[in-house]
């Protein structure tokens, strides 16, 4: 079984910075992706970024000039940088673990965390 947990966030005034992260841990197979979603109260669950083992990320148009994702693939962790943070961005933020087992992929979610911008 794959246990994953989000962490890092919290309250910051509009224009700041704050890191996210995502960890994975137990019986982890070969990863394939790790993708962050936000959901607003309220709202459907949208995706933000993807980050494939190659260390290749694609953004969601809104965030491209303003997220980093980057990954340590030996602490099996995933950072989301999110920088010039916009009132809109308050969601709670949830990673999914795509991780291939037994030749299917499986996906693993966190609990999510809770990011507010506001002043």
């Known amino acids: 079984q794959v246990q994953v947990v989000e962490s890092g966030g919290g309250l910051v005034q509009p224009g700041g910075s704050l890191r996210v992260s995502c960890a994975a841990s137990g019986s982890i197979g070969k990863i394939m992706a790790i993708r962050w979603y936000l959901q607003a109260p309220g709202k459907e669950r949208e995706w933000v970024a993807t980050?494939?083992?190659?260390?290749?990320?694609n953004y969601e148009d809104s965030v491209r000039a303003r997220f980093i994702a980057s990954i340590d693939n030996a602490k099996r962790r995933l950072h989301l940088q999110m920088n010039s943070l916009k009132p809109e961005d308050t969601s709670v933020y949830f990673c999914?673990?795509?991780?291939?087992?037994?030749?299917?992929?499986?996906?693993?979610w966190g609990q999510g965390t809770q990011v507010t911008v506001s002043s």
């Open positions: 980050t494939t083992t190659g260390n290749t990320t």
């Open positions: 999914d673990w795509a991780i291939n087992g037994g030749g299917r992929t499986y996906e693993y």
